[in-house]
């Protein structure tokens, strides 16, 4: 499932209705069992009015109990997960098979009733649609609305989607749950409700902000990345949504995080607009000793550029990916951008800090020419920035990459790993800001790494890096300096010229590798041994 839900962005068209309040599916399903026994069984007329009154009675118990719903708040969520950690995971429970060995061509079909959305016809701004399971998507979710403080079922009927045919749309009855959410809110002009934020598979949510297209995404928690005895996807297996007043700009979501190792509660505050902006309250009960356990995870999607990676196979394209650089500020203010690559074989990186400050997957070329896709807008792809809120002590930020061919995979993870890990009985609270701009949200006036490259240094055999800085445009090339380093090897030069074309600086570093297969280059741009730009880091692979 993990490599497929950059994919999934594609038909994020699909989309499935609801049926606000548990009595409704109660009584539709009680109608048409009655009717069914009618036919069967002949009754004296006092025994069917006796069964009436009863059933009567019974749907009205229903109805009281649906409309007074069950107190509601934060607290519930940490309660319920917390439970939840004192014994071991249950099964998860599963969509029909028949709704699961559908083809996409088939789940496609499913379509939401946009006119009964949530809140869609009252004076709150947000609107609420939903994801109906089937195909990929076959673990069934709860999602409760939450009104005054009381949470409430959603529920669903056999009318709730448009369907390929009437046994879909009962099977879809029958299961009553939903196999994620999407928000929706007028973040693009003022009379058209876009859908701006997901929740659906496993743990994953994506975003955008005014003016982009879906593009990389965000997991609850990463547990067990690239290690060996596999990784395990937790999942939200319950959602509640707060419903906003008229006058609110922000909606909050809650969700319970269950998997094999851990169960936790998150609390998602939504600001939708330019950009949109998550803040996010994880807190998180282990069940083992976790050892491999990702804060903040990001997925995403690279499969080669012009400059640093250049395709295997032929492309008319420049460059394709969502992300092109892992930035990371560090506890100490150190910025650092790492160019991404579609590395031969799995790599992993680590980057140690204490208290860090930020990290984030950066789609920094903003324009068309760059990758010259007409259906995949690349270039309107966000980025995501990690802010944290609270000590997240020492650890490191790592950086996954994996050997990919289609550009349907997620093949980039980054996240936030922990020294210690987790024990065992143990609670951690993780509080962070997400924002999905359009490139990093920090340091916006200081200069930047807008580009880097390789080749070979002309008239030699010698690999030769480029690395271009803008916003310098009153520099003196005299009075910078160039700290360069290389763990196999030797630097052989380091060069730095004027480059008007960006108002900035462009360095060259050439080196020897000797006979490594691997090295880690570094780059750092100088002016009085003062560090004026972000460090450069780089992984050298020998071809």
Request: aromatic residues 10%.
């Amino acid at each position: 499932m993990k490599s497929f839900l950059i994919s999934v962005s594609h038909f994020r068209s699909q989309s499935f209705l609801l049926f606000k309040g548990s009595v409704l599916i109660s009584l539709f399903i009680n109608a048409i069992s009655y009717g069914h026994a009618s036919e069967a069984v002949v009754v004296s007329e006092s025994v069917q009015q006796d069964q009436v009154l009863k059933s009567e009675e019974s749907q009205s118990g229903q109805q009281d109990s649906a409309l007074k719903g069950y107190v509601f708040s934060s607290q519930t969520v940490i309660d319920l997960a917390k439970k939840l950690a004192q014994s071991p995971m249950q099964p998860v429970e599963k969509a029909p098979k028949a709704l699961i060995d559908m083809d996409y061509s088939m789940y496609r079909k499913i379509n939401f009733q946009q006119n009964q959305a949530v809140w869609g016809n009252t004076p709150t701004k947000f609107s609420v649609q939903l994801f109906a399971p089937g195909f990929l998507f076959k673990d069934l979710v709860t999602i409760d609305v939450v009104e005054n403080g009381r949470a409430f079922p959603l529920n669903v009927s056999a009318d709730s989607f448009t369907t390929p045919n009437q046994e879909i749309s009962e099977l879809i009855s029958q299961v009553g749950k939903y196999a994620g959410l999407r928000l929706h809110y007028p973040i693009n002009r003022a009379d058209h409700n876009d859908e701006f934020v997901v929740f659906q598979g496993a743990s994953y949510f994506r975003a955008v902000s005014k003016g982009q297209s879906y593009g990389l995404s965000a997991r609850g928690l990463a547990v067990n990345v690239a290690q060996p005895k596999g990784e395990e996807f937790p999942m939200f297996k319950q959602f509640w949504i707060e419903r906003p007043s008229s006058s609110q700009d922000a909606i909050v979501v809650h969700a319970l995080l269950d998997s094999k190792s851990v169960a936790g509660a998150y609390r998602f505050g939504i600001y939708p607009g330019k950009p949109t902006r998550i803040d996010v309250k994880a807190t998180l009960f282990p069940r083992v000793d976790l050892k491999h356990v990702g804060i903040a995870p990001l997925t995403s999607m690279f499969m080669h550029n012009s400059s640093l990676d250049a395709s295997d196979f032929p492309d008319y394209r420049p460059a394709v990916h969502d992300s092109d650089g892992l930035q990371i500020l560090t506890g100490k203010d150190e910025m650092i951008w790492r160019p991404l690559n579609n590395p031969k074989t799995l790599e992993v990186s680590a980057f140690s800090d204490d208290y860090p400050k930020g990290f984030g997957l950066i789609q920094r070329h903003r324009n068309f020419e760059d990758y010259q896709d007409l259906e995949a807008n690349y270039h309107t792809r966000p980025s995501a920035w990690i802010k944290p809120l609270n000590d997240w002590g020492q650890g490191h930020v790592e950086l996954v990459e994996i050997p990919s061919d289609s550009e349907t995979n997620d093949n980039i993870v980054a996240f936030w790993q922990p020294k210690e890990g987790f024990k065992k009985d143990q609670s951690y609270t993780y509080q962070y800001l997400m924002t999905w701009s359009n490139n990093t949200p920090v340091s916006m006036d200081l200069p930047r790494i807008v580009r880097s490259a390789k080749g070979v240094k002309l008239f030699t055999d010698s690999p030769e890096v480029v690395i271009d800085f803008n916003k310098m445009p009153d520099v003196s090339v005299e009075d910078l300096t160039v700290d360069a380093s290389i763990s196999q090897g030797k630097i052989l030069e380091a060069l730095i010229v004027k480059n008007p074309h960006n108002n900035g600086v462009r360095v060259y570093v050439t080196f020897d590798p000797q006979d490594a297969d691997l090295a880690e280059l570094r780059v750092q741009l100088k002016q009085d041994e003062v560090a004026i730009a972000p460090t450069w880091l780089y992984r050298w692979v020998k071809e």
